[in-house]
């Protein structure tokens, strides 16, 4: 795969988007990264998604940890998973099939996952 194009972050803020990424998810992967803008892990985290190959096949959905925290809650109760920051939740027909935080986060492990 070599896809070259820039990081397509669609906004995770609402409820209502949170439930159309969770219909998506049974016909696409989702992938949600929680970001906190106060956080340089969290900034090398997204860095390292940007600069990497982008893959056309999976939705990426950006949530700001610090904005929408009430979200970002909810998320981890929907989805049971542990909340961290930053970390990346790829979603599969509904459910977390995949989270990784902090250091650990890259694109090759998301693509991974969905190969």
Same mark, same amino acid.
């Given at each position: 795969m070599n896809y070259l !194009? #820039?990081?397509n972050w669609l906004p995770l803020q609402t409820d209502e988007q949170l439930s159309a990424l969770l219909e998506q998810s049974h016909q696409r #992967?989702?992938?949600i990264f929680k970001h906190s803008t106060r956080c340089t892990i969290s900034?090398? !985290?997204?860095t390292r998604l940007e600069k990497a190959a982008t893959v056309p096949d999976i939705d990426f959905h950006f949530l700001d940890l610090l904005a929408y925290r009430a979200l970002?809650?909810?998320i981890a109760e929907l989805l049971h998973v542990y909340h961290e920051s930053p970390q990346v939740l790829l979603i599969r027909n509904g459910e977390c099939v995949y989270d990784e935080s902090h250091l650990s986060i890259y694109m090759d492990d998301i693509v991974a996952q969905v190969a």
């Open positions: !194009a #820039p990081m #992967p989702q992938v900034t090398t !985290a997204k970002s809650n909810k």
